[in-house]
């Protein structure tokens, strides 16, 4: 089962990062960082804290609230934190592409062949995603993969998936360094995925 992430004294913390700000420069800056881990997603914890205090939410966990929440302020902000805590959680310091292990690396060559055709499938299905959202890899808890498509704040686990990978596609992801090269940005993001998390995730969706 996925982790959950429950509030800490009554409120949900915001991310550490398992690296530093300048640390993923030049594929995302330390600019962009600043601004969308350090303003974006500061603020939709500080919304979410202020937004299910005294309602049916307060104390729940993150995920059941992304599951189970009615479209609206709360689902917004639970799902925009979870997003960016999968997100951010997934990269590490650019370096050579590494490539899936194991199990889900069996799992991607059954459903879409070679690595590079999976890469470029994802590439396309954020590329094309139009407005705000998230590009998801995901699986069912048999272990069959898909690219999700998701609007503004939806997740995989509103769909009965489990979260494996995701890029962001809202335009506070990359416009300070990529503008409105989105195709771009996605490419360069192979380069900070840290696949032994996203192995970890596939394994522990059981
Ligand atoms: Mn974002």
């Known amino acids: 089962m996925m982790k959950k992430t429950l509030p800490i004294d009554g409120k949900f913390q915001l991310l550490e990062l398992p690296y530093g700000l300048g640390e993923l420069d030049p594929v995302i800056s ?45 689902f917004n902000n639970a799902g925009q934190i979870l997003n960016h805590n999968l997100y951010f959680g997934q990269f590490r310091p650019p370096c050579d592409e590494s490539e899936p292990a194991g199990e889900l690396a069996q799992a991607i060559a059954k459903q879409f062949g070679e690595f590079e055709d999976f890469m470029d499938l994802f590439e396309k299905a954020g590329a094309s995603l139009f407005g705000s959202g998230w590009v998801w890899l995901s699986t069912d808890d048999k272990g069959r993969l898909e690219i999700m498509q998701c609007r503004n704040a939806d997740n995989p686990l509103r769909h009965g998936q489990t979260p494996l990978l995701t890029m962001d596609v809202w335009e506070h992801a990359y416009y300070l360094d990529y503008q409105n090269r989105r195709p771009d940005h996605l490419k360069a993001l192979w380069q900070l995925i840290d696949w032994n998390v996203i192995n970890q995730r596939y394994l522990d969706r059981r």
């Not at 303003?39 to 599951?67: C, F, M, P, Q, S």
Request: proline share 0%; glycine share 12%; net charge negative.
């Open 30 to 74: 330390e600019k962009t960082l600043e601004f969308h881990y350090g303003k974006h997603l500061a603020a939709y914890v500080n919304n979410l804290n202020a937004a299910v205090a005294g309602t049916e939410w307060e104390g729940r966990a993150l995920e059941d609230i992304v599951v189970s929440a009615a479209e609206g302020g709360i």
